[in-house]
T-cell receptor
Framework: NAGVTQTPKFQVLKTGQSMTLQCAQDMNHNSMYWYRQDPGMGLRLIYYSASEGTTDKGEVPNGYNVSRLNKREFSLRLESAAPSQTSVYFC?????????????FGPGTRLTVL | AQSVSQHNHHVILSEAASLELGCNYSYGGTVNLFWYVQYPGQHLQLLLKYFSGDPLVKGIKGFEAEFIKSKFSFNLRKPSVQWSDTAEYFCAVLDNQGGKLIFGQGTELSVKP
C-alpha cells in the first residue's frame, strides 16, 4: 500500500496563476483532509471531506476550492494564487469520520507563490 | 472552539537528556489526543494517541505521554533523547464534530550529539 500520495512535491507559481494539488489514498478511508503548514502556526485545516460526495470548510478556506472526485481522491485548487498561499500543503485521510481513527498524512507539497 | 497550546517553541537538548514537551487543550469533555512527529523533510507520523483508559500512554521509539484531565494537559516525555529525535513535534486534539484534528503550534526539538 502506498498510503497517502500527493502530487506535485514542489511547485512555483506566479501571482494570479491557478493550480490543482492532487491527493489519493489507497486505505479505503472515508474521510480526507487538506492542511497547510506555516512556521510557528502548526497545521491549519483548509477543507475536509467526511465522506465521498461531501466537503466542508475548515479554519482557513479562503482562496481555495476542493473536489472529492471519488473515495480515493481529494484535490485542492488555487484559482488565483497569492503570495500568502506560499506554504507546505499536506493531505491526510482517516478511517471513519468522527471516530477515534488516527489520520495518515501524505508527504506534502511545497508551494511558492512569487 | 477547541484549541491546543504548546508552550515550548524550540527546545535544545544534549543526547541522553530527559525530554518533556508541554501540551494543553481547551475542551473540558471527552477528548481524544495525539502526538505527531515530523522529521526534517518528511511528513507527519503518529507517535502515540489517547482515547480512554490508562492515562499513561506509551508510543513508538520510547516516547510516552500522560493525560491529566484536571490540568487539561497531555505532555510528551522521553527519559533519554537521541540525536535522531531531532524533529518537530505536534500535539493535536480530535474535534468532536467532523473528525477534524486541531493542532498546536508545534515544538522544534534539536538534540546535540
Amino acid at each position: 500500500n502506498a498510503g497517502v500520495t500527493q502530487t506535485p512535491k514542489f511547485q512555483v507559481l506566479k501571482t494570479g496563476q491557478s493550480m490543482t494539488l492532487q491527493c489519493a489514498q489507497d486505505m479505503n478511508h472515508n474521510s480526507m483532509y487538506w492542511y497547510r503548514q506555516d512556521p510557528g502556526m502548526g497545521l491549519r485545516l483548509i477543507y475536509y471531506s467526511a465522506s465521498e460526495g461531501t466537503t466542508d470548510k475548515g479554519e482557513v478556506p479562503n482562496g481555495y476550492n476542493v473536489s472529492r472526485l471519488n473515495k480515493r481522491e481529494f484535490s485542492l485548487r488555487l484559482e488565483s494564487a497569492a503570495p500568502s498561499q506560499t506554504s507546505v500543503y499536506f493531505c491526510a485521510s482517516s478511517g471513519l469520520a468522527g471516530t477515534h481513527n488516527e489520520q495518515f498524512f501524505g508527504p506534502g507539497t511545497r508551494l511558492t507563490v512569487l | 472552539a477547541q484549541s491546543v497550546s504548546q508552550h515550548n517553541h524550540h527546545v535544545i537538548l544534549s543526547e541522553a537528556a530527559s525530554l518533556e514537551l508541554g501540551c494543553n487543550y481547551s475542551y473540558g469533555g471527552t477528548v481524544n489526543l495525539f502526538w505527531y512527529v515530523q522529521y526534517p523533510g518528511q511528513h507527519l507520523q503518529l507517535l502515540l494517541k489517547y482515547f480512554s483508559g490508562d492515562p499513561l500512554v506509551k508510543g513508538i521509539k520510547g516516547f510516552e505521554a500522560e493525560f491529566i484531565k484536571s490540568k487539561f494537559s497531555f505532555n510528551l516525555r522521553k527519559p533519554s533523547v537521541q540525536w535522531s529525535d531531532t524533529a518537530e513535534y505536534f500535539c493535536a486534539v480530535l474535534d468532536n464534530q467532523g473528525g477534524k484534528l486541531i493542532f498546536g503550534q508545534g515544538t522544534e526539538l534539536s538534540v546535540k550529539p
